[in-house]
């Protein structure tokens, strides 16, 4: 079964004094995650992530379109017991502990009184939150925020959980232990849907990602496939103190880093770039085919085709921005 | 896990607000009050003869209507348009919770704080009267009986709060509260007037004097600080009223809310 079925979703606002430009901020979105899956929402800043995950969360509505979730319909009030939501840069009531805090979305979720509490302690130990469970959240850092975040995302144990840019504002350890706890849930069978700009992280996380760009879903593939596509080219490494001119000949982007060279050329000219270096007596190092990266097909996603560019000049005419 | 209730979840929301305001100091009001009253209630002692009661039971039921109305308009205009600003509402209404319950909860959260403060400034109420009669008497019952008429009015400030916050800014929302507060107050009068008006006035002062909240017929400090009864009939029919007014600008304030964006 699918995890999110999202069909046709679109969101337009009305914008202006008088509330009569419109303004795109989700073209219809058609999109489906399967169960298990952990899928990466990709996009630079404004492009639409937000917007789908709030629609997703009933925060906003759709001007049409509709989605179902774990099999029941997106306003089924059932589907909220069953799903898990850290919002962007997360901010709670600073008046409460984090104990506090997951005791009363504990409560709010439905987790039975018997248990509540020890469930608590066990989600701030996850999070590393155990020694500062008392104290205030209002003097709680940024990082420690996203911690409290996740705990509440996970407390109530979903089948499937909701993140936006869950890793932003973090340092390098925080980061590294947010992709930790995204790994355990997906050995726990859980679906992840997040949002992100950080390709690294998507490209260590996901099965699977959609690059969505000013409002319109660009391209969605399997990171597995995506990079392992071939660009025709090889790269090889050799020990030498400088390029050979043979290699050059052949059309090679080569560059020296101490006693190797690094040199990629293209996949026909591997023959004759081995004897180059059989004949100047040189030490091969590695050899091998250049894979596409996630940012090449991020970046390739974003530029706009030209059907992409008539649909917005159409939109232009009518009055209709993104 | 198990969905949890209805009134569970309202009760826990309730419960929430009513910590928050007591945590960000609400009830340091109290202080000012107590201030107040103690300071009036040994300057009458000195200086009245034989209308001690009078004043103490004006000045002091006066001090809380007009404590808890300032404390009922601005908690209440920020009661969901703070958690709007703060997207803390969002981790709430991820969560199988329904709008219509979020706002009840919040209304009652925001009026249990009010009652609590209320109780409270009627114990100094009645201290300052026992300090300035040395007993109590039989007719300081209907003092008690006008607490709870304006406990019935902040029951209707704080809906009328919620309801404006739902569509307008806090600032406008804390003028348009405290000009119906104003305007109610003088509902009676304002009834007069549309009774002795003719033509499109008269219709107008009408509709505006039986649709503002009619906090005249809840105000019977004067008459119980002079040890009148209050009729058993006012006693219902101010219940009936408070309740009816609140629970229209609450549902008003609900219906709003269940089709807003939060962007």
């Known amino acids: 079964m699918a995890a999110i079925e999202i069909l046709d979703l679109e969101k337009c606002y009305l914008v202006g004094f008088w509330r009569k430009r419109r303004k795109l901020a989700l073209r219809p979105l058609r999109l489906t995650i399967e169960e298990g899956e952990v899928f990466g929402f990709l996009g630079p800043n404004g492009a639409g992530k937000t917007t789908t995950l709030k629609l997703l969360m009933g925060l906003v509505f759709p001007t049409a379109g509709s989605a179902r979730i774990l099999g029941m319909d997106m306003d089924d009030p059932r589907v909220k017991s069953q799903i898990g939501f850290l919002p962007e ?5 600073d008046h409460l502990s984090a ?8 409560q709010l979720s439905g987790v039975p009184a018997k248990g509540r509490s020890a469930r608590v302690e066990q989600m701030l130990a996850r999070v590393g939150l155990s020694d500062s469970a008392g ?3 209002r003097k709680f850092s940024k990082g420690m925020l996203q911690r409290v975040g996740l705990a509440q995302a996970i407390l109530h144990d979903p089948k499937l959980v909701f993140l936006d840019e869950p890793m932003s504002g973090l340092d390098p350890m925080g980061r590294r232990e947010v992709r930790d706890l995204i790994q355990q849930l997906r050995h726990e069978g859980k679906t992840v849907f997040f949002s992100t700009h950080i390709l690294s992280d998507a490209e260590a996380l996901c099965d699977r990602v959609g690059i969505i760009h000013q409002g319109e879903l660009r391209g969605v593939g399997a990171i597995a496939e995506l990079t392992s596509e071939r660009q025709g080219k090889i790269e090889i490494i050799f020990h030498a103190q400088k390029v050979p001119a043979g290699l050059t000949s052949l059309g090679a982007e080569a560059r020296v880093s101490g006693d190797m060279v690094n040199a990629v050329l293209p996949e026909g000219q591997q023959d004759a770039a081995l004897e180059v270096l059989r004949r100047d007596g040189l030490k091969l190092i590695s050899l091998t085919p250049v894979r596409s990266s996630l940012e090449e097909y991020y970046i390739q996603k974003l530029r706009p085709t030209d059907v992409q560019r008539e649909v917005r000049q159409e939109d232009d005419r009518k009055g209709v921005g993104v | 896990m198990n969905s949890g209730g209805m009134n569970s979840r309202i009760g826990y929301i309730a419960f929430n607000t009513f910590r928050e305001a007591v945590r960000d100091r609400v009830l340091y009001n109290l202080i000012a009050f107590a201030l107040l009253l103690s300071g009036a209630a040994i300057l009458v002692g000195e200086i009245s003869i034989d209308i001690e009661r009078l004043v103490v039971v004006n000045l002091g039921l006066t001090a809380v209507s007009l404590f808890g109305v300032v404390i009922a308009i601005f908690i209440g205009i920020g009661l969901v348009s703070k958690e709007i600003d703060k997207r803390t509402l969002y981790t ?15 209304f009652f959260g925001l009026t249990g704080t009010l009652v609590v403060n209320t109780f409270l400034m009627a114990i100094g109420v009645f201290l300052a009267l026992l300090y300035v009669a040395h007993k109590f008497e039989k007719m300081d019952v209907w003092v008690l009986v006008a607490l709870y008429f304006i406990v019935l009015q902040f029951l209707i400030v704080c809906a009328l709060a919620l309801f404006f916050s739902s569509f307008s800014t806090p600032l406008m929302s804390a003028v348009f509260s405290f000009a ?5 107050s ?3 009068d304002l009834r007069g007037f549309a009774r002795i008006t003719h033509g499109v006035g008269g219709w107008v002062a009408t509709a505006i004097a039986y649709l503002v909240p009619n906090f005249s017929a809840l105000n019977v400090i004067s008459q119980v600080a002079h040890g009148d009864p209050v009729p058993g009939r006012l006693i219902l029919y101010n219940t009936v009223y408070a309740l009816l007014y609140s629970a229209m600008a609450i549902s008003g304030a609900v219906l709003i809310f269940q089709r807003r964006n939060l962007k």
Do not use: H, T
């Not at chain 1, 840069?89 to 009531?93: K, S």
């Not at chain 2, 119906?180 to 109610?184: N, T």
């Open chain 2, 92 to 106: 709430v209404l991820s969560r199988p919770v329904r709008r219509w319950e979020f706002v009840v909860g919040k």
């Open chain 1, 135 to 137: 104290m205030q959240l």
């Open chain 2, 180 to 184: 119906l507060f104003v305007i109610g």
């Open chain 1, 89 to 93: 840069q997360p901010y709670f009531y």
């Open chain 2, 186 to 188: 003088l509902a009676e």
């Open chain 1, 99 to 106: 104990r506090e805090l997951l005791n009363y979305f504990g």
